[in-house]
């Protein structure tokens, strides 16, 4: 069963939580659990990919991410800014939640229901764009801040 498969519920955290002693322990749990088991943004998207069986090139076209920084980003040597997530995420095919996920686990930001370009974003997945070209054809229709 991958990461992706499984939720950890409060009741299995509070029960893994009982077993923590020093700072050491602390900070294993932390690590391991408040992400959901991911201490990487490239650790998620990897285990989505596989997850889902994506082909790569898929991704790279449809994020608009050049080859190189995508290898360098899946090899978690490099860690890319929000929009490149999002970029990513949409590149993935993921759904609102799966993209905020990602956005957590980065340590970024999720999508703000109170920001107009966030909104935007939003909405674009919730109605599965297909790709980064075609969501900066909405937001720059409204006059915001295209996905670069």
Do not use: H
Request: hydrophobic share 35%; net charge positive; charged share 30%.
């Amino acid at each position: 069963m991958s990461k992706i498969e499984k939720q950890k519920t409060t009741k299995r955290l509070e029960d893994m939580l009982k077993n923590v002693k020093g700072e050491r322990d602390a900070a294993e749990f932390i690590a391991k659990n408040l992400n959901d088991g991911y201490e990487t943004f490239a650790e998620y998207f990897n285990d989505y990919i596989a997850y889902k069986r994506l082909k790569l090139p898929d991704i790279m076209a449809k994020s608009g991410v050049s080859r190189n920084y995508f290898y360098n980003i899946l090899n978690g040597d490099r860690n890319p800014g929000r929009d490149k997530i999002i970029a990513l995420c949409i590149g993935a095919g993921m759904n609102y939640d799966e993209t905020n996920r990602a956005l957590k686990i980065a340590g970024t930001g999720i999508l703000y229901p109170k920001n107009e370009r966030d909104v935007r974003i939003g909405i674009a997945i919730n109605n599965r764009v297909a790709s980064v070209l075609e969501l900066n054809l909405v937001l720059e229709r409204e006059g915001l801040r295209i996905i670069e």
